[in-house]
C-alpha cells in the first residue's frame, strides 16, 4: 500500500474509483492500493478454519470475563509485544490450542 499525502487535492479520501484504486486510511494512515475481489474458495478447510475462529469470538463474549480479565489480556498482549489486544491474543490462542 502506497502511503499519500492530500489524496486526489483533498483532505482525505475513501472508496474507489473505476474499479481500479481504492482510497482509504490504515491504522490513521491515508492509504492508496489497486483494487483487488478477494479469494474466496470456500473449501471445507475454511469453513472449518471460520468455525474456530467464530467459537473463539463466541467464548470472548460468553465466558463471563470481567473487566480485570479483559485488563489482564491486553496487559498480556503488551507484553509479549505485539500489535494486538487482548482479544486478539485471546483468539489466537484459542485458535491454537483447539487445533492442537
Known sequence: MAKVKDPLFSLSASGQI???????DWKGIDVVRKYVIPANP????????RGYFGAAVEDWHTD????????????????LKV???GFNVFVKLKNHLVQL
Open 18 to 24: 473505476a474499479k481500479t484504486l481504492v482510497y482509504g
Open 42 to 49: 470456500n473449501t471445507s478447510g475454511q469453513q472449518t478454519q
Open 64 to 79: 463471563g470475563l470481567t473487566a480485570i480479565d479483559v485488563s489482564a489480556w491486553n496487559l498480556y498482549a503488551l507484553a
Open 83 to 85: 500489535a494486538q489486544s
